[in-house]
Each structure stands twice: as C-alpha cells, then as structure tokens.
C-alpha cells in the first residue's frame, strides 16, 4: 500500500541510492544529499497523528480551536507533503494512484479505559433517613 508519504520517501530513497551507485563527485552530491535530508525532516514531522482516532490527519499541519481538530483532516491532503511530492515529480496520475492512509491499529477502548467514561448510578439508598427530609419520596 502506497500512500503519499510513502511515495515521497520511495522517491529520496531512489534519489540517496542513485547518488551512491553513480558515484557522483561529493561536491555535486553533497547539494543533492542536503535536499533529501531536508525531505526526510519534513516526512517525520508530517505522519498521521496518533490523537486523532477519527481520521487520517497530519500530525504536522498541527490543530485549531479547543477541540484540537486537525487542520488537514487526511494526510494526502497535507500541503507540506503535496509541495514535496511536486519538487519529486508527481503527476495527477500518480496522485490519483495513490491509496489513501490508514491509521495504526488502535487498541480496544472496552475494559478499564471505558470505564472512565461511565458515570455509576446516583441512589440515596447509603443517605441517613435524617438527610432525606420530610418530602422526600423514593
């Protein structure tokens, strides 16, 4: 599976292996070499972002409002990622190729993290009978 981070980091790694088994003079390889360590800076900063358990979303384009909802809810979508794909030479073809990303497998959220969420019933049945009141009707 492929998805657009994927293809970008295919395409450095192809760029870094060709640098090597062409045995391009260090001088010219050095510029070239700097630019796939700067891609690859950019590909770890923007990966799915584990808070986010609804969507694909790029943990680097970062959240907004109080809710923390992510600026770029699928990671295909990330404006930093298509920008690199471009400088690599994606075309609309290989985008439309492309399979959409899918989140790491999350754990199940039944057991004791469930039962943060479940509020116990409220009985009066532990209240002295002094507490309750005159009116007070079970």
């Known amino acids: 599976m492929t998805d657009l981070h994927a ?11 060709s640098i090597e088994e062409d045995c391009i003079p260090s001088d010219e390889a050095a510029p070239i070499l700097r630019r796939c360590e700067a891609d690859r800076r950019i590909l770890a900063r ?6 986010n358990p ?10 907004y409002s109080d809710m923390d909802l992510a600026n770029v809810d699928n ?12 400088a ?5 073809e290989i985008l439309a190729s492309l399979d959409q990303p899918t989140p790491p497998e999350r754990k199940s959220s039944t057991g004791p993290r469930l039962a943060h969420w479940i ?14 009141g005159r009116r007070w009707k079970p």
Do not use: F, K, M
């Open 54 to 63: 609804y969507a694909i979303a790029c943990h680097g384009c970062g959240t």
């Open 46 to 51: 923007h990966t799915l972002d584990p808070r």
């Open 7 to 17: 293809w970008i980091t295919q395409q450095v790694h192809t760029v870094e292996r």
């Open 88 to 92: 690599q030479g994606v075309t609309a």
């Open 119 to 132: 509020t116990p019933p409220i009985t009066t049945s532990d209240v002295p009978e002094a507490l309750l």
């Open 75 to 86: 990671l295909n979508d990330c404006p930093e990622l298509l920008d690199l794909a471009h």
